[in-house]
């Protein structure tokens, strides 16, 4: 298994910074003066104990992940438990069904949402985008297809890393800057026009590069075709059918509902180290390509229904799931990754994960939707992305604990 698995919103780059790619900060950082790290009793009521779910996430702690909590649907039943702290320096275990800000996972939903629209007869799937949002000037070539798979060419609103070490800078998600105007708004026509602002990555359908920006014309692509706004289409056709009551459209409210545990992000002020709490943020710097608010246990069920065929028709998931050969080892379809761990692990998996700073998520199913594994952590950012190299380590213990032989 490899770090291509992890569901980044940031660009692929040079050898050199390759390694600290993902959504806003899905890298691990280390702790330092934490209390001691607590491991909540695991949930009875979910099936019987995992004590290899439960080494598993001590050995994520001892990575210096602050809290894990983990959930997991199989044949043996569901099993819930958490390990770390939920907040630095006090010695609670984080809930093991608290909220959390996805990240990279709520583009999966965005692209369930388009899908539906287009298997309704509402939106071209091969049709240009320009056609239904007219007032961007958006090139003819792109399709709504190339949308949902990242084959547009458009810049990514946080930034392009091209192979020959070139950065263009996108808006400011990271670093003293962001900490010190995390509440700021932006509006989804902003982001969008920022981004076009840019020259195209490539020509549309050409290459594969992963661009947050795509997503949020996707959001306003539901808003125009519909004429509501995309929190409600999105509540309307996925959230409140699946009684998916954990999971909410945040919009620019800072807050994350209920319980929850705590997100973290250090950085450099006048020779000084700071560490801040972020939890409370405005998201709306990466709108629909990031910005949902969920838990394991709804996560695990919208990953079970959508890979079941319960959202979308059959002919319209098997688009979703499959590959675009230019996304390489990624192997991303539409809206989803198609990760293979081997025979012994099950074969091809359908996922999403992603991050926000100092949150990260990892939302697995097999293709037909009976195993689970769901998941969050909590821990320290940084502009560096400090030990991005134990997100693959991450990973692969759960994964291995969850889905292998």
């Not at 569901?7 to 940031?10: F, Y």
């Not at 320009?130 to 007032?135: C, G, I, K, S």
């Not at 010190?180 to 509440?183: D, Y």
């Not at 560490?275 to 939890?279: A, E, I, M, R």
């Given at each position: 298994m490899t770090s291509s698995q992890i569901?980044?919103?940031?660009p692929r780059r040079t050898r050199k910074t390759a390694r600290r790619a993902g959504v806003a900060a899905v890298a691990v950082a280390l702790l330092a003066g934490v209390a001691t790290p607590a491991v909540a009793a695991p949930d009875r009521s979910a099936g019987r104990d995992r004590p290899e779910l439960r080494a598993a996430m001590r050995e994520i702690v001892d990575l210096g992940v602050a809290g894990v909590q983990v959930r997991v649907r199989d044949q043996r039943g569901e099993w819930a438990g958490s390990a770390g702290v939920r907040e630095l320096g006090k010695a609670a275990a984080p809930p093991t069904n608290g909220r959390f800000r996805v990240g990279s996972?709520?583009?999966?939903?965005?692209?369930t949402v388009v899908l539906q629209l287009v298997g309704e007869g509402e939106i071209g799937l091969d049709a240009p985008a320009?056609?239904?949002?007219?007032?961007f000037g958006l090139d003819r070539r792109i399709t709504v297809r190339m949308l949902l798979q990242h084959t547009s060419g458009v810049f990514n609103q946080t930034g392009e890393y091209y192979p020959d070490g070139t950065v263009v800078p996108g808006i400011t998600w990271s670093g003293r800057e962001w900490v010190?105007?995390?509440?700021r708004t932006y509006r989804p026509a902003e982001l969008v026009r920022f981004a076009l602002a840019k020259p195209l990555r490539f020509a549309p359908g050409t290459d594969w590069s992963y661009s947050n920006t795509?997503?949020?014309?996707?959001?306003l692509l539901v808003e125009e075709v519909t004429g509501r706004p995309y929190a409600e289409e999105l509540r309307r056709r996925v959230l409140r059918p699946l009684g998916l009551s954990g999971t909410s459209v945040p919009g620019t409210s800072p807050e994350v509902p209920g319980p929850h545990a705590h997100a973290y992000y250090r950085y450099e002020d006048g020779g000084r180290t700071k560490?801040?709490?972020?939890?409370r943020q405005n998201p709306s710097w990466i709108s629909s390509a990031g910005d949902l608010i969920s838990t394991t246990e709804d996560l695990a069920t919208f990953a079970s229904a959508l890979a079941a065929g319960k959202l979308l028709p059959a002919p319209l998931l098997a688009e979703m799931r499959a590959p675009h050969p230019k996304s390489g080892v990624h192997r991303y379809?539409?809206?989803l990754f198609a990760p293979d761990l081997g025979p012994n692990c099950g074969g091809a998996l359908l996922n999403h994960n992603g991050g926000v700073q100092g949150f990260a998520t990892l939302m697995y199913s097999t293709p037909d939707g009976r195993k689970t594994l769901t998941a969050s952590l909590t821990y320290v950012d940084d502009a560096a992305m400090s030990l991005a190299g134990t997100v693959p380590k991450v990973v692969e213990t759960l994964t291995r604990s969850a889905f292998c032989e």
């Open positions: 569901a980044a919103s940031k996972a709520t583009k999966t939903f965005t692209a320009a056609d239904y949002l007219p007032r010190e105007n995390r509440f795509n997503y949020v014309l996707a959001r560490t801040v709490d972020v939890t379809g539409l809206g």
